[in-house]
C-alpha cells in the first residue's frame, strides 16, 4: 500500500467529497485534507461535518460561486507563501456544476501547482449503474430554469447522438421531464438517478413519456438530488437519404464547418434537413474515432 501523502508546499489541491455516503472519501482525500494548511471550502458549515466525522480540524474559508473571483487572489497569495490549500465543494468534485474552474484558472496562469485528489461525482456515478452501452456520452448540467430558455435548449440538443447526462433539483424535477418528453420526444430513454449513495436510493429506467406517470405515482419519488440520463437521438437511416445527398454533404463536410455543410446539402439536395444534420453528426463522430 502506497504510504501516506502529505500535501506540498505552495499547491492547490482539488478534493472531491462524498454525494452522500461519507464512506465514499478516499483515503489520498483525507490524507490531505487533514494536513493542508487552509481548505476553501463552498459551505465552511457542510465541509466542517465532514471534517468532524473524520475528526479532522482544519482552518477553513469560504469560497462559493458568489465570492469566487474575489477569493481568487486570497489563496494565490497563501499559496506564494508556502501554503497548501484544499479545495472541496459542497459534495462531488469541485469544478463540475461547481465553483472551482476559475481559481484552478488563475492558480495555474500564476505558475503554482494545481492537483486533483479525484473521487465522487454524481454524474459518474449515475453513468456507472444506468446500463447504458454508449461509448460516448455529453453532460450538460442543469438546464436553465425558465421554461422558455430550457426549451430552446433542448432544441438545440436534439438531434445530438449521445447519451445527455442532466442534473436537476427536486423543484424542477417534474417541469423538466414533462419538457424532455416534449421537446426530445416520448420515446427516448431515460434513467432517473435520485439520492445516489444515500438511504432512498433509487434508478429507474423507462421512456420519456412514461416517467412523469412514474415520479407522480409516488410523492417521495419526486424528493431529493436528481441525476438525468437521456439516452441519444437514434442515428438516422442512411437509406433515407440518396446517394446523391450523402455525397454531397461528405464534399461539403471536408470543407466547411458542420451547420454550414448541413444547410447547403439540404438546399442543394432537397433532403431534410436533420437527418443530414444527424448524419453529419455520425459521418464526424466515425471521423473522430481512433483507428
Ligand atoms: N460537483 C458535483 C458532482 O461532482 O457531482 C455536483 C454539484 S451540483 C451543484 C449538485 C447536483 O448534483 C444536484 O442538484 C444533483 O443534480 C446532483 N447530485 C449531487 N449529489 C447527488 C446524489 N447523491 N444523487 C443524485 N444526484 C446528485
Keep these: 500500500m502506497q504510504s501516506k501523502e502529505l500535501p506540498a508546499p505552495g499547491t492547490l489541491y482539488i478534493v472531491a467529497t462524498p ?3 461519507l464512506r465514499d472519501i478516499t483515503l489520498r482525500a483525507l490524507d490531505i485534507l487533514s494536513a493542508v494548511d487552509v481548505i476553501a471550502a463552498e459551505d465552511t458549515r457542510t465541509t466542517a461535518n465532514l471534517l468532524r466525522h473524520y475528526s479532522i480540524s482544519r482552518k477553513m474559508m469560504a469560497l462559493h460561486r458568489h465570492n469566487e473571483n474575489a477569493t481568487v487572489e486570497k489563496v494565490v497569495n497563501l499559496l506564494s507563501r508556502g501554503q497548501a490549500v484544499a479545495l472541496v465543494t459542497d459534495a462531488g468534485t469541485p469544478g463540475i456544476s ?4 476559475i481559481l484552478v484558472k488563475q492558480v495555474r496562469e500564476q505558475g503554482h501547482k494545481v492537483v486533483p485528489i479525484p473521487g465522487p461525482s454524481a454524474a459518474v456515478c449515475a453513468l456507472s449503474a444506468a446500463g447504458i452501452t454508449t461509448a460516448q456520452f455529453l ?3 442543469f438546464l436553465p430554469a425558465s421554461g422558455g430558455q430550457r426549451r430552446r435548449e433542448l432544441e438545440a440538443l436534439k438531434l445530438q447522438p449521445y447519451t445527455i447526462i442532466f442534473y436537476e433539483a427536486p423543484h424542477r424535477i417534474l417541469e423538466c421531464l414533462t ?3 416534449k421537446m426530445l420526444g416520448d420515446q427516448r430513454r431515460v434513467t432517473i438517478a435520485r439520492e445516489l449513495t444515500k438511504l432512498f436510493e433509487t434508478i429507474h429506467s423507462c421512456e420519456l413519456g412514461d416517467a412523469l406517470v412514474w415520479l407522480q405515482a409516488d410523492t417521495n419519488r419526486q424528493k431529493g438530488e436528481f441525476v438525468l ?5 437514434e442515428a438516422p437511416n442512411p437509406a433515407e437519404l440518396t446517394e446523391q445527398a450523402q455525397h454531397i454533404l461528405k464534399l461539403l463536410l471536408r470543407d466547411l464547418p458542420l451547420k454550414h455543410a448541413v444547410t447547403l446539402s439540404a438546399e442543394i439536395s432537397g433532403e431534410s434537413k436533420n437527418t443530414l444534420y444527424s448524419q453529419a453528426l455520425l459521418l464526424q463522430r466515425e471521423k473522430n474515432q481512433p483507428e
Excluded: C, E, K, M
Design 19 to 21: 454525494i452522500g455516503n
Design 229 to 233: 440520463l437521456v439516452s441519444g437521438a
Design 98 to 101: 461547481d465553483p472551482g474552474a
Design 139 to 141: 453532460f450538460y448540467g
Design 179 to 181: 419538457d424532455l418528453a
